[in-house]
């Protein structure tokens, strides 16, 4: 059983920035590639960004380029995604996610987090 566990979600003003984190077991960690989705209100589940499981390769989607970075904290089996010039479309429910191989990191693995919150303000 693979297990992800989110934190850092919260309430924020335009322009601002937050520090989203996903911890995991040492085997998942070390194993998978590690992604972030995220879920706005009456829309569907897409993705924002992926990371091998060397460290060595990401992946970011368009809307989020250039404002949002993924990385990994190998001592602490933890995956973040430090995300600044925070926007109100980035408002979204944020999932993490595993998969096999970072060449399909875009379609979603089988196993996904709870989630956080990131709300962001006008």
């Known amino acids: 059983q693979v297990q992800l566990v989110e934190s850092g979600g919260g309430l924020v003003q335009a322009g601002g920035s937050l520090r989203l984190s996903c911890a995991t077991s040492r085997r998942t960690y070390s194993s998978y590639a590690l992604a972030w989705f995220r879920q706005a209100p009456g829309k569907e589940r897409e993705f924002v960004a992926g990371?091998?499981?060397?460290?060595?390769?990401?992946d970011y989607a368009d809307s989020v380029k250039g404002r949002f970075t993924i990385s990994r904290d190998n001592p602490k089996n933890t995956m973040c995604l430090q995300m600044n010039s925070l926007i109100p479309e980035d408002t979204a429910v944020y999932y993490c996610n595993t998969n096999v191989l970072m060449s399909l990191i875009r379609k979603g693995g089988r196993y996904w987090g709870q989630g956080t919150q990131v709300t962001v303000s006008s």
């Open positions: 990371i091998s499981a060397s460290g060595g390769s990401t």
